[in-house]
Structures are given as structure tokens and as C-alpha cells.
């Protein structure tokens, strides 16, 4: 076994454990950092592959920004554990049952010749100047540029979307309208008047202590 | 590797539309409440100008633009002129509806417009990518025009539920196409269907990932047993997200199909084998949709049902695998828009505020509230349900005969009962309407333009069935020179 195999063992393991404990952990918070170990596990194998662009994008993307907006959220919600659960055990076994037939089917197909190392050789390998980096970008932006913009698109309508759902203005809530604020003159807030002097009386002379 | 000019023509509407979307998007800023007006011309009159270019650049012959990513025949021409319309029609049954609901903000014009443009970029992609990202900018406006409605709980509750199963479903679609890049090594259509038909894809593999395709595409259509969330949504959705759901993205959705199951996986050896799979969804979803509806009483939910049995009737048309087969599916699916149209729009021409006559009970009498919106919805029913001589009637006829032309009598027969059990509750309405005393007295209030409209709907569906040659004419043509 080379080493390759050796490393490519441990990240699947590390990562299928990880997964499972995704789904199984109790409290959402250790399930989203299983699911950040996932992704990092999913990274490295990645980088077998050779796909090291990919596979940077993964941690920096989904690791970076998208798990630590979930902990977020979940930290900030208060998620009644107890209600998630309901019903859990009475799913649990049709659900099961459809699984284990699905997973049965699908691996009678997939496993074995159709896709093993014989039907989809590894490609060759490239040479020590070749950019990953630099091919996909390449073809993002000529073959693949109609889809990319399409996808930009997408997250345009995301962003609309997402204000369109949050953003209200309810009338009995109290907020400082910063524009307002800079606008503001010294005279709206403060008056200056003008009174006549006053001439303060002459200090009561200390009366002397007692011996 | 460069993209000239001759990439960015056929292109054209699809640019016009988006730019137009983001001048709309920042110009509804600068409008306040009671100039809202603008925002809806401007985008009616985007869509106007996309239909006039889409029109004037239309050719009878098969263009490709962007590395093959995109293609421009006279199919995606006929049915993104068809969107324009149904979208347009939309936009001004639900004028009135949308501003008594607190609806009437820039943001519904917007993503009714992304979503047209998601329909637009589906009817024309000629890559598995660029259907699924079509798809996905489709869905993502509709979640969020379903739940536009933000204190309505059943809104909120439809607007999940229509995600949720929609994730599932694109997740679906995505995995049986990941399967067929690799029993083919291609996502171009043209390429993956020629690698099929040269014998050098693994057929395993590539069945096994169209069973996860039709599965995905059963879920997108609503065809039993993919069908949940159809009558959830329906109700759920306000009425005229409701009507946009029902009625312009099964355009897209029937090219979608095409796309994929004839133009991909359209080789003999595969058409043997997604055949029986329609014809299940097909029977199922006539069965199911039909005797369900009986069960309603409340009208959007009688019509999602009807849905249902409509897109076993366009599965039908599909299924039988000739290019008459495709065309009365695309006449049939044409003719489906039409009548959606004009039913929700008849729902919204009967609410006010606070009230949505969606129930049966607020049909009872319209005869003598007002006897043109009765005749009016007399002729939807009349051609939903299929009686001659509206032009529901001529729709089912040319897939029945598509059907027994392909050799599969019982199905036609089948599909005959289930459209007689499927008149009943149609027919239904319209003795409700006649023969019942009203309940509901008030005045019927709607803007003149939408009446208008809504009377040139109805009487549409029965002067296209009278003379129904010219339509049929037209979607025979765009099949013929597009597949």
C-alpha cells in the first residue's frame, strides 16, 4: 500500500465519522464543527486528486465563511432540542428500511466493474508547471463564462431575495436615522442665553472654631 | 476561444432582460409608494421589448452561442415569446391583488422578472449546466415570491415546504447528472447524445443516473408520485405567485424536459427505457390528480390537483417519442397557460380586500352577480375540462391521437376515463355558478384593464379551439426544425 492509499484511508474514515456524527451529534453546535471537519478531511482529499484549487476553495469558502455564518445562526437561535427529536424513533425504522434498500440498489450498481479503477483509469499525471489555478480560471472565463454569469445572477437574486424577506419597517420600533444625526446643527440642540452677570455675594466670613 | 459578436446576438433578449432588471431594481428606489406605477410599466414594457426582439431575431434555423452553452431554435423562440406573454398577463391580473396584500413593492416585479429570465436561460440551454442553473434561478425567485407575504403563516409554511422538496429535487437531478457525465465524460447535450449514439458510454451507469433525472424532473413537474408539494403551494402561495407558478415556468419546464430526455437521452436504446417510466408518472398522475380534486373545496387547491392530472396528460405527448408526440405536448402545455391564466386571474378578479374567493362556495351564483365573468369562467371550465369546441378539447384530442399513433391504446383510454371523471369536478363550478343562490353579495371590483384582459382570455380559449390549426401549425414547425 502506498502511502498515498494510506493518507487517502484516514481522510475517508476521518471523514465518513465525521459525517455520521454530523447527524447523530445532540447538540448543534459540535454538529457544525463535525461538519467543519468534514470539509477540511473533504479538502485533503481533494488534493489527492490534484484538484488543489478546489480543494483551497473548500476551506477558505465553506470552512471560513459559510460554517462560521452557521454557528452563528445556531448559537443565536434557541433551538428546542426536545421538539427536533419528536417523533425521531417512529421514522426511524421506515426510514431505515427505505435507506438500506436504496443503499443496497445504488451499491449493486456502482460497486464493482462499472466504476472501478479498470473503467475510469487514473488520468496521467501532469507536468510540475501545470496551474490548476490557471486552467479553471481560464475556462471559467471563455467556455464556461455564460454559466458563470448566470450564476452571478443567482446570487443577485439571493441578495434581493434575502431583503426582500427580512427587511421591514415596523412603525413602533425606535432607530437613529444617521443622516438626521449628521445633520444636525448646534442650534437644535443647544441654547445659548444670555443673562446678566450676577455678582456673587461675598463669602460668610469662616467663623471661628471653637478652641 | 474568443466570443464575437455572432455569441452575443442570439443572446440578445436574455441581456436585455437582465439589464433592464437592474436599471429597474435601482430605479425603484427613487420611486415613492404612489409611484409604484412606474416600476410596473417599466416592466411590462421590458417584457414587451424582450418579445419584440425575440420576435425580430427569431430564425427558422438552429443557432449555438457560447462555447455551445446556449442554442436559439425556432422552439425556445415560440415558447420564450409564450413566457413573455403569460408573465406579462400576470403581471396585470395581479395589479390590483398584489397592492391591497402589501405586495406592490419593486421587489415583486424584480423577481418576477429574474424569474423570467431563470425560464428564459431553461427554454435555451443546450448544457446540462446551464439547465440546472436556469432551474435554480427559476426556483430561488419563486421561493422568495411565495413568501413574499411575510405575516401570512400559510404563506411562510408553503414558501418552506416548496424549498425544501425543491433542494431535494434539484440534489436529485444534479446526482443523475453527475452519473451521466460519467458514463458519457460530456454535460453538452449534442456531444452527450452523439457518445450515446456511437456506442461509447457505459449504459449502467448512464440508466442508472436517467432514473435520478426522471425522478428530478418528476419532482419539478409535480407528477405523481413527486407530486407533495404541488397542492401545499398552491393554496399557500398568494394568489398570484400561485397563478406565475402555474402557468409560465410549465413552459419552461416542458423544454426542460425536451432538453434532457430527447435531445440528451433520446437515443432508441434509452427512449425504451425512460418510455414505461413517463407512462407510470403519466397514469399515476392522471389517477391520483384527478380523483383528489373531486375531494376539494377549496378552488386553489382543486386546481393544483388538476395540475397534476394536466402534466400526466403533457407526459402523455412526451412519452409517445414523435416529433407529433412533442408538438401536441408543446400545444397541449401552451393551451395548459392559457387556461391557468385566466382561472387564477378570474380568482383574483372576484377578491377584495381581505377576501380571496378561493373557496367553491364563493363561486356559488356568479351568474347573478354578473353573468360575464360567469360565461367568462364557464369557457376556462368548459376547456379544462376538455368539451368541444374550446380549445382544451383539441389539446387533449392531439395527444390522444399522438398516443395511439405511437401504438399504446390502452393508455389513450385510460387517460380518456380519467378525463370524464375530471370534467365532474369542473363541471361542478359551472353548476355552481348557475343553478346556486349567491353567497357572497358584494360588488365584484376589478380594474378595467384586467377585465379586459380576462374576457380576451376566456373567449381565447374558445376562438384558439374553434380554430385551433394556426397554434398547432406553429408548434409542429418549432419542433420539426429544432430536434
Known sequence: MSFQTA????????????????????????????????????????????????????????????????????????????????????????????????????????????????????????????????????????????????????????????????????????????????LVRRSDRLRIVSMPAEVAAPAAPPEKAAP | MTLTSADFLPVWPEILLLAMVCVILVADLFLKDSQRGGTYAMTLLTLAACALVTAASARPDVTFAFHGMFVDDPMSDTLKIMVYLAVGAMLIYSRSYVALRGMYRGEFFTLVLFATLGMMVMISANHFLTLYLGLELLSLSLYALVALQRDSAASTEAAMKYFVLGALASGMLLYGVSMVYGATGSLHIPEVASRIAAGKANMTILLFGLVFVVAGLGFKLGAVPFHMWVPDVYHGAPTAVTLLISTAPKLAAFAF??????????????????????????????????????????????LAYSTISHMGFLLLGILSGTINGYSAAMFYVAVYALMGLGTFGMIMALSREGFEADQLDDFKGLNRRSPWHAFVMLLLMFSMAGVPPTVGFYAKLSVLQAVVDAGQLWLAVVAVAFSLIGAFYYLRIVRLMYFDEPVDTHPIQSDGVARLLLSVNGLAALVVGIVPGWLMALCQRAMQASL
Not at chain 1, 425504522?93 to 462499472?114: H, T
Not at chain 1, 501532469?126 to 496551474?131: A, D, H, I, N
Not at chain 2, 432538453?259 to 391520483?288: C, D, H, T, Y
Open chain 2, 257 to 302: 424536459v425536451i432538453r434532457i430526455l430527447v435531445e440528451a437521452l433520446g437515443n432508441k436504446a434509452l427512449f425504451v427505457e425512460w418510455q414505461p417510466m413517463l407512462m407510470m408518472l403519466a397514469v399515476a398522475s392522471m389517477a391520483l390528480g384527478n380523483l383528489t380534486a373531486i375531494a376539494q373545496t377549496n378552488l386553489k387547491r382543486m
Open chain 1, 7 to 182: 493518507v487517502f484511508y484516514a481522510f475517508s474514515l476521518i471523514l465518513v465519522l465525521a459525517a455520521l456524527r454530523v447527524i447523530t451529534a445532540r447538540n448543534p453546535v459540535h454538529a457544525a464543527l463535525f461538519l467543519v471537519l468534514a470539509f477540511v478531511t473533504a479538502a485533503g482529499i481533494w488534493m489527492l486528486l490534484e484538484a488543489e484549487f478546489l480543494a483551497i476553495t473548500l476551506v477558505l469558502v465553506y470552512v471560513g465563511a459559510v460554517m462560521v455564518l452557521f454557528l452563528f445562526v445556531v448559537m443565536m437561535l434557541d433551538i428546542n432540542l426536545d421538539r427536533l427529536k419528536e417523533g425521531y424513533w417512529d421514522y426511524l425504522v421506515p426510514a431505515g428500511v427505505v435507506a438500506v434498500v436504496m443503499l443496497g440498489e445504488m451499491a449493486a450498481v456502482l460497486v464493482g466493474k462499472q466504476l472501478g479503477a479498470e473503467a475510469m483509469p487514473a488520468p496521467s499525471p501532469k507536468p510540475e508547471t501545470y496551474s490548476n489555478t490557471k486552467e479553471l480560471g481560464k475556462l471559467i472565463y471563455t467556455e464556461y463564462v455564460y454559466p458563470f454569469e448566470i450564476a452571478a445572477v443567482i446570487l443577485l437574486v439571493a441578495i434581493v431575495a434575502a431583503i426582500a424577506l427580512t427587511l421591514r419597517r415596523r412603525k413602533d420600533t425606535k432607530y437613529v436615522d444617521p443622516a438626521a444625526q449628521v
